[in-house]
């Protein structure tokens, strides 16, 4: 079981930065995909970036188009933190952001996530 808390939303200017946080419990932290979704008013739920890390192959991370250049994902296995940073912030970019935890890749990224945090807002005015 993983429970997952976001924090760090808030209202800010075109062109400014936020760091998103994303606590989470559990004895296998390190073992999850993790990943960060959002969805803005009258919108679905999409994927923004997702990040893996195994002993074999270290950290792979995974960003939606939308945010490439832009977003950088990150985690600490030992605070079992996962980090979103945003940066050149767009109103486009205004949602409630969602961190999500699954053990399968494939099913966090298409949206399918076995466990959610309850979201963080993030508004970009213009």
């Known amino acids: 079981q993983v429970q997952l808390v976001e924090s760090g939303g808030g209202l800010v200017q075109a062109g400014d930065s936020l760091r998103l946080s994303c606590a989470a419990s559990g004895r296998t932290f390190s073992s999850y995909t993790l990943g960060w979704f959002r969805q803005a008013p009258g919108k679905e739920r999409e994927f923004v970036a997702a990040?893996?890390?195994?002993?074999?192959?270290?950290?792979?991370?995974y960003y939606a188009d939308s945010v490439k250049g832009r977003f950088t994902i990150s985690r600490d296995n030992a605070k079992k933190t996962m980090y979103l940073q945003m940066n050149s912030l767009k109103p486009e970019d205004t949602a409630v952001y969602y961190c999500a935890a699954d053990q399968n890749p494939q099913t966090l990224r298409a949206g399918r996530s076995d466990y959610w945090g309850q979201g963080t807002q993030v508004t970009v005015s213009s």
């Open positions: 990040i893996t890390w195994t002993w074999t192959t270290g950290i792979t991370s």
